[in-house]
């Protein structure tokens, strides 16, 4: 059972598609979202569609959250907020309703997924290290939980001495972010995960930038938003 691991797409259509591309060429069982499907980027509504009408598991992140509770905004930077508020009155009722439909947290095939930390799904807390990882692992009971969230790539072992996953230990594994990569490395990232080989691979995948930048612009979102794409920052 080969899983592909796809997270914070934020509306980036031509980084989803070139993703899927990928995931097709692969021998990939099933894929899972991890979240944050909307948000930042200039294509909410093909986005959302892809990932609804491929019948993908797909967790809630706090974007999806900001769509239809507004109060989950006040959380938000400044450059977040200008795209929630473009682009929840993109969203058509489905829309909302099936991201309103979306879970916090998912066991599948002996692994948790949440979007962003497995302790209390709920708040997004962010992890970004070996010590905020440490607390979370007493909030899921599997070897493995994968994450999104920060758009950081990253494994953490529960005993702090590996990055590479093994069978035996338990670990937190970011996927990396689709669709707003801020590692440096400006192409979409996701994950594989084969559950029977137990081993994990991070994916970086190279797609039209220019033209989402081209589309962020022509949409009036925050031109930072189109800029921030092609450094991966
Ligand atoms: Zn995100």
């Known amino acids: 059972m080969k899983l592909a691991l796809i997270s914070d797409i934020h509306s980036n259509f031509e980084a989803l598609s070139a993703v899927l591309d990928e995931i097709q060429r692969r021998a990939i069982d099933e894929i899972i979202c991890l979240g944050d499907i909307i948000g930042y980027g200039p294509d909410p509504v093909q986005c959302l569609e892809v990932v609804r009408d491929r019948n993908i598991v797909c967790l809630l ?14 959380t938000f930077t400044r450059l977040a907020r200008a795209a929630i508020e473009w682009t929840a009155p ?6 909302i309703a099936f991201l309103r439909s979306l879970p916090y947290a998912v066991k599948r ?10 302790l209390d799904p709920e708040a997004f807390e ?12 007493g909030g899921f009971t599997t070897p493995i939980c994968f994450i999104g969230h920060t ?10 001495t590996t990055r590479t996953v093994q069978r035996g230990m338990r670990f937190i594994v970011n996927a990396g972010s689709i669709g707003q990569p801020r590692d440096g490395d400006p192409r979409a990232c996701f994950g594989v995960f084969d559950a029977d080989a137990f081993t994990f691979e991070h994916v970086r995948v190279p797609y039209d930038i220019s033209t989402t930048a081209q589309k962020i612009m022509a949409a009036g979102l925050p031109r930072q938003l189109a ?5 991966g920052r």
């Not at 962010?126 to 692992?137: E, G, M, P, Q, T």
């Open 61 to 74: 992140g706090n974007h999806d959250v900001a769509a239809f509770d507004p109060g989950q905004r006040a």
């Open 90 to 95: 993109i969203l058509q009722q489905p829309h």
């Open 109 to 118: 095939h002996g692994c948790t997924f949440v979007h962003a930390a497995p």
């Open 126 to 137: 962010y992890i970004l290290n070996d010590f905020s990882a440490s607390r979370h692992f």
């Open 151 to 160: 758009h950081q790539p990253d494994i953490f072992c529960e005993d702090m």
């Open 227 to 231: 800029e921030r794409l092609s450094v």
